[in-house]
Structure formats: structure tokens, C-alpha cells
């Protein structure tokens, strides 16, 4: 089995800064793509925020653009989201999703880690 543990929530003031890690262990075989969801208050969906491909390119959403910078570290199996000029909407659950396995791809969840902003 896989875990993916979710750290570096919390609560913070508009326009502060908080990282986000999560480190995935078990049986791991190869990682492909390691993404960042979060799940605002109230919204049943979960709204993908960063992704990175094993070899680095990454995608964001738009509303995070220029302020969230995501990166891992494949030796640790880790996976990063820096977190800047935080905004009270960006208050939400973040989910750690990693992609994994060879012939076959299966996808894993963390337990989610609470980002709250005040304004």
C-alpha cells in the first residue's frame, strides 16, 4: 500500500505565505504525476491547483498563477506547494494526489491539510 501524509497547513493573514508538503512511502514503484487539489468551504468538488509530470513540467490554475510555486523531491518522494500572497479565497482543504505504478497507474490521496486565510 501507499500513504501520502500532507503537512504545513494552518492559519495565516492575507498576503502571508505557508508551504505544503507531502511524502509519499509504502510500496512505490514509480511516481508519476504529483498533484495539489484543494476543496473550498462549501464546494463539493475538488479544484486541481498545481500538478508536476516526474520530470518536472508543471501546470497551475489560473488563479494561483504567479503566487503558488510547486516542486518535489523525487529521492524523498516528496512533493512541495509554496504558498505566497495568500488571499482569504484561497481558504480551503489541500488534498496531496500522487499517480503511481507501472503497468498499472493508481491514483492515492492524503488526508488533506487545512489552509485558512483572514483577511
Given at each position: 500500500q501507499v500513504q501520502l501524509v500532507e503537512s504545513g497547513g494552518g492559519l495565516v493573514q492575507a498576503g502571508g505565505s505557508l508551504r505544503l508538503s507531502c511524502a509519499a512511502s509504502g510500496?512505490?514503484?514509480?511516481?508519476?504525476?504529483?498533484n495539489w487539489?484543494?476543496?473550498a468551504p462549501g464546494k463539493q468538488q475538488r479544484e486541481l491547483v498545481a500538478a508536476i509530470t516526474s520530470g518536472g513540467?508543471?501546470?497551475?490554475a489560473d488563479s494561483v498563477k504567479g503566487r503558488f510555486t510547486?516542486?518535489?523531491?523525487?529521492a524523498k518522494n516528496t512533493v512541495y506547494l509554496q504558498m505566497n500572497s495568500l488571499k482569504p479565497?484561497?481558504?480551503?482543504?489541500?488534498y496531496?494526489?500522487?499517480v503511481i505504478g507501472?503497468?498499472?497507474r493508481v491514483s492515492?490521496?492524503?488526508q488533506g491539510t487545512q489552509v485558512t486565510v483572514s483577511s
Open positions: 510500496s512505490i514503484s514509480t511516481i508519476h504525476a504529483m487539489y484543494r476543496q513540467s508543471t501546470n497551475y510547486i516542486s518535489r523531491d523525487n479565497e484561497d481558504t480551503a482543504v489541500y496531496c494526489n500522487a507501472v503497468l498499472r492515492y490521496w492524503g
